[in-house]
Structures are given as structure tokens and as C-alpha cells.
């Protein structure tokens, strides 16, 4: 299982994991759906404040922000696609248990910030060196990603210049 090497995957308390899992089982059992609404169906269930975590950044990203000073052509990317998370979610003989779902899913739903070009190929391995990100930087927004002066740029003022090597 592909995972980001600095992952801290969101948890969520006893109630909505139960309501997630009952959810999944439906869509699971839910033969005449394609599995695009399911992804999403779930996806949008699932969604919150934690969604879609920066928990790494590419040496690329670094040097955008380092030269630009804002985060304009950045993307989240997800080290394991979307689609093939889904895959693995609903693509099976018999569907997970809660915890099990619980834990792939949201192993698998923190992001890295990545440049544009590097987020529009398949696959991860021609991205440039993930780096940590501490974890209230990134935070503004929902599916935006947004650079506040104060905050994420004054974080990669202080990393040293050939940290993103």
C-alpha cells in the first residue's frame, strides 16, 4: 500500500465511522451504481475539515512558492489516485470491515502540495522530493490552496535553501 512517508491520516469519531461504514455497505451492495458515484457518493460523505490533508511538499512546490510567493499553480495530489482507492474500496468479493475501511480510506486521503505539471501525469515517481509539512500550515480553504504571508510563506523563508533538493 502506497502511503506518504510523513502521513498523518484523520480519524473520526465512533458515531460517523459507524454512519461511513453503513454508507460503504450500501454502496457496496449497490450492483447498478457506477463506481464513479460511489467514489464520490462516499468521498462527499466523508468530506470535512480534514479532507484531503497536506502533509508533505514537493521540492518543486517549495521553489514555486520560494519564487512566486504564492501558491497560484499549485495542486494537492494524492500518492495513490482516487479512482484506484475506490477501486480497491468497492472492487471486491466481499466489502471491508468498519475499521478496515476506516483506516485504507483515510490512510489514503492526505495529499502532498505539488506543482501543476507534476500533478498532471499518471503515477508519482517522477515527482520531486516530498517534504514534511507541519500540521496548521495549508490549512485555509477547502479545495483551494492558499499561501498566507504570515504563515506557510514565512515557513519556507526559514527552510534552508537547499532543503528542497
Known amino acids: 500500500m502506497l502511503g506518504h512517508p ?7 469519531d465512533k458515531q460517523t ?12 451492495m449497490s450492483s447498478h451504481l457506477e463506481l464513479r458515484v460511489k467514489q464520490r457518493t462516499f468521498e462527499t460523505a466523508a468530506d470535512s475539515k480534514n479532507s484531503w490533508r497536506v502533509v508533505s511538499i514537493t521540492s518543486a512546490a517549495i521553489d514555486h512558492l520560494r519564487e512566486t510567493g504564492s501558491a497560484k ?16 474500496l468497492f ?5 471491508l470491515s468498519r475499521d478496515e475501511l476506516l483506516q485504507y480510506f483515510f490512510e489514503h ?3 502532498a502540495l505539488v506543482t ?15 517534504h514534511p509539512v507541519p500540521g496548521d500550515l495549508f490549512t485555509a480553504g477547502s ?5 498566507r504571508k504570515g504563515k506557510e510563506l514565512a515557513w519556507i523563508k526559514s527552510l534552508p535553501t537547499n532543503s528542497a533538493a
Open 17 to 28: 465511522g459507524a454512519f461511513l461504514h453503513l454508507l460503504y455497505e450500501l454502496l457496496f
Open 6 to 12: 510523513n502521513n498523518r491520516p484523520h480519524t473520526v
Open 116 to 130: 501543476r505539471v507534476e500533478n498532471a501525469k499518471d503515477g508519482v515517481q517522477h515527482w520531486s522530493k516530498l
Open 91 to 95: 472492487n471486491r468479493y466481499a466489502p
Open 73 to 88: 499553480g499549485l495542486q494537492r495530489g494524492h500518492l495513490l489516485s482516487r479512482s484506484d482507492r475506490a477501486k480497491y
Open 109 to 111: 486521503d492526505t495529499v
Open 143 to 147: 479545495f483551494s490552496i492558499y499561501a
